[in-house]
């Protein structure tokens, strides 16, 4: 019996651990600065993987105290956690399965369309509203003086892997013909009505692209590479959680098995 219960606790102390890769992606998602913009993913994260780290302490004190309720509320709530969590995984699998980047001629970096994305993740950028409070975030950011800071001639700049939220709200699509002066000014042509984004863009850099759809786009293309990383992170701590809870079920059961054992030599009522 005493063996089981070392075994329960251990368990549980294994999954009090795996509260910390879930609780750690929370936190990296949130140190990101575009998810810094656009808060979606990473509380709800932080917050599961704190009720994970609760659970198993509360399966760690019932194993060592012999409080056999609180290993049972340990398991009811152990598997209500992995069900969750493998819905997450799932549905963050299943958000970030569209969109991707657009090659341009004679450019190495990609640009993104809104459409090609996800309905869940174009209504976290669609409305005016919530637009208006990340586009003063985003501003607020050195993503685009940066640019400046590395590129001089056009076809370096041309040339640059530039992250998707640089070349979504730093410069204007690359169908609207506009010619380079810096990666952040550029000089509108005759006829710029190819896009609704050609005019939009405004040379002022507090303006720049940050109301166009292509950096709304670039803003989900840069979350979506981010949740898909967080994601791998989510499956392998639910292979992990899934492992240790058939572990820890198994052993209550021996455990239980044992005891009704003991109880039947010494000649005492055993109830299943």
């Known amino acids: 019996m005493a063996l089981n219960k070392n075994i329960i606790g251990g368990i549980n102390l294994v999954a009090m651990l795996l509260s910390v890769p879930i609780i750690g992606a929370g936190i990296w998602l949130a140190t990101q600065p575009d998810n810094a913009c656009l808060q979606i993913l990473q509380w709800p994260l932080i917050i599961f993987g704190v009720a994970v780290l609760l659970v198993g302490v509360a399966g760690f004190i019932g194993a060592f105290c012999r409080i056999t309720w609180l290993l049972l509320l340990y398991l009811v709530a152990m598997l209500v956690l992995i069900l969750l969590l493998g819905s997450l995984v799932g549905f963050v699998y299943m958000v970030t399965l569209r969109g991707s980047g657009h090659l341009q001629p004679n450019r190495a970096y990609l640009e993104y369309h809104l459409d090609d994305f996800s309905a869940f993740l ?7 509203f919530k637009w208006d409070l990340i586009r003063t975030c985003l501003s607020s950011s050195t993503m685009c003086a940066e640019l400046n800071q590395s590129f001089r001639m056009a076809q370096d700049f041309f040339n640059a892997p530039i992250t998707p939220m640089q070349s979504g709200c730093c410069k204007p699509p690359t169908l609207c013909g506009y010619t380079f002066v810096n990666p952040t000014y550029w000089i509108m042509p005759i006829n710029n009505a190819a896009d609704m984004d050609c ?9 720049l692209c940050y109301s166009c759809d292509s950096c709304k786009a670039g803003l989900l293309q840069s979350l979506k590479n981010q949740w898909r990383t967080a994601d791998i992170v989510l499956l392998l701590a639910l292979v992990a959680l899934i492992s240790v809870y058939i572990i820890a079920c198994c052993a209550f059961r021996n455990a239980k098995t044992e005891t009704l054992f003991d109880k039947y030599k010494q000649g005492q009522p055993t109830y299943v």
Request: hydrophobic content about 20%; aromatic content about 6%; glycine content about 0%.
């Open 122 to 128: 174009r209504r976290r950028v669609q409305s005016s």
């Open 199 to 207: 005019l939009k863009w405004n040379n002022d850099q507090t303006q």
